[in-house]
């Protein structure tokens, strides 16, 4: 299994600012996923990020909102832009295990937006 | 299209009664499914995951979880709560031929009580 980290672990920021969220893991990997968890909710896929090409957006999410970078096979950032309280969730990334379709999350990042 | 349905939002049990968590699924090919774990203010952790071998299968901490074609469910059971048990449960399915994007139930509450 992979060891992924993400910085911050938590943020209070205000409405209007962005923040960007690291994604760190201790082996090279083609494909990263970032997630949403809302207060009481789910996990939703934002978006899946492969290295050397432009990520790709679920239903509901767009790039302008959430920018992606994936410089190399073992990083990642999600950048949260013009925040509004309802980007208050815990954002996830997670990697592909070996086999079988699993995959391996980071601890989140929970952020709260005033 | 697929999906998963978690039948209960909340199960209360006493620590050394079984354990049962239900969820159906719906696809429109063999399945891959998965049970995840995510305690208080931790990271989320793969249980078992079922894809098309055998029917029963065992995870870790005693979980198991039966894939039943007929039924199309796939219930997470354990024979003795712990108090340890306690936590949230995500059932989630595979929703592409590329095993790559995941769909999280919405999730079961497991309280264990003394």
């Known amino acids: 299994s992979a060891v992924i980290s993400q910085k911050p672990s938590r943020d209070i920021c205000q409405r209007g600012t962005s923040l960007t969220i690291q994604c760190q893991v201790d082996s090279q990997v083609t494909m990263m996923f970032w997630y949403r968890q809302q207060p009481g909710q789910s996990l939703t896929l934002i978006a899946t990020a492969n290295q050397g090409s432009e990520a790709t957006y679920e239903s509901g999410f767009v790039i302008d909102k959430f920018p992606i970078s994936r410089p190399n096979l073992t990083f990642s950032t999600l950048t949260v832009s013009n925040m509004s309280p309802e980007d208050s969730s815990i954002y996830l990334c997670?990697?592909?295990?070996?086999?079988?379709?699993?995959?391996?999350f980071g601890p989140g990042t929970r952020l709260t937006v005033l | 299209a697929q999906s998963v349905t978690q039948l209960d939002s909340h199960v209360s049990v006493s620590e050394g009664t079984p354990v049962l968590l239900r969820c159906n699924y719906s696809s429109s090919y063999s399945p891959s499914l998965f049970w995840y774990v995510q305690h208080p203010n931790k990271g989320l952790q793969l249980l078992l995951k079922y894809t098309s071998a055998a029917t029963l299968v065992k995870g870790i901490n005693g979980f198991e979880a039966e894939f039943k074609k007929s039924e199309t469910s796939f219930h997470l059971t354990k024979p003795s709560a712990h108090m340890s048990d306690a936590a949230e449960y995500f059932c989630?399915?595979?929703?592409?031929?590329?095993?790559?994007?995941?769909?999280f139930g919405k999730g079961t509450t497991l309280s264990v009580s003394s």
């Open positions: 989630v399915v595979i929703i592409n031929q590329a095993g790559t994007a995941l769909i």
């Open positions: 997670s990697v592909e295990g070996d086999r079988g379709g699993e995959q391996f």
